[in-house]
């Protein structure tokens, strides 16, 4: 069974960029795709983008210009990379697999604040 | 971009009576050339990532109890919980894989009568 595992600071300033990397352990990350996808407290999810092990990447356009998803098959993770935050972007942040078409298994989340 | 629409927003049922959540999309996520319907459902209960429950719409996950099951086509979906159990009170969430952006509903928050 493949386990995720988000980590990152929780707290990122407005305007700066938010990082977070999802380790990817009990399989590999080769020959599967892998999201972010996020969830603002006590609302609904939203997909940020997905990124394949050889590196072809998928953006919400509607986060398109401040994202950046990349892969590093040698420490078997991917990371997200958020800029110009802001406090709309105050969510609980899931790296996923998908399993062929389905997003199969997720990390446990992480919350991220964004605040002064 | 798809958008899905899930009704009720909240539900309380009984324990052991059916619970039914509905979810439609504003364009088909039927895919014509293999005649699936890209939708799954998912439980989320509180401090959790989202379970998968079932995919293809009415496809059930390993190891998910067979009171769940998902139906629907095209433009129509649903998930029904033919008895009530205490550890099924969570939010469900439909889910499109047809196309990018990739979308959710909104949430039906299942709760106990």
């Known amino acids: 069974q493949v386990q995720l595992q988000e980590s990152g600071p929780g707290l990122v300033k407005p305007s700066e960029t938010l990082s977070l990397t999802c380790a990817v352990s009990?399989?590999?990350?080769?020959?599967?795709?892998w999201s972010w996808i996020r969830q603002p407290p006590g609302k609904g999810l939203e997909y940020i983008g997905y990124?394949?092990?050889?590196?072809?990447?998928n953006y919400n356009p509607s986060l398109k210009s401040r994202v950046t998803i990349s892969v590093d098959t040698s420490q078997n993770q991917f990371s997200l990379k958020l800029n110009s935050v802001t406090a709309a972007d105050t969510a609980v942040y899931y790296c996923?697999?998908?399993?062929?078409?389905?997003?199969?298994?997720w990390g446990q989340g992480t919350l991220v604040t964004v605040s002064s | 971009d798809i958008v899905m629409t899930q009704s009720p927003d909240s539900l309380a049922v009984s324990l052991g009576e059916r619970a039914t959540i509905n979810c439609k999309s504003s364009q088909s996520i039927l895919y014509s050339s293999n005649y699936k319907n890209y939708l799954a459902w998912y439980q989320q209960k509180p401090g959790q990532p989202p379970k998968l429950l079932t995919y293809?719409?009415?496809t059930r996950e390993s190891g998910v109890p067979d009171r769940f099951s998902g139906s629907g086509s095209g433009t129509d979906f649903t998930l029904t919980i033919s008895s009530l159990q205490a550890e099924d009170v969570a939010v469900y969430f439909c889910?499109?894989?047809?196309?990018?952006?990739?979308?959710f509903g909104q949430g039906t928050r299942l709760e106990i009568k």
């Open positions: 293809w719409a009415s």
């Open positions: 889910h499109q894989y047809y196309s990018s952006p990739y979308t």
């Open positions: 996923a697999r998908w399993r062929a078409d389905i997003l199969s298994d």
């Open positions: 990124i394949s092990d050889s590196g072809s990447t």
């Open positions: 009990g399989g590999s990350i080769s020959n599967n795709y």
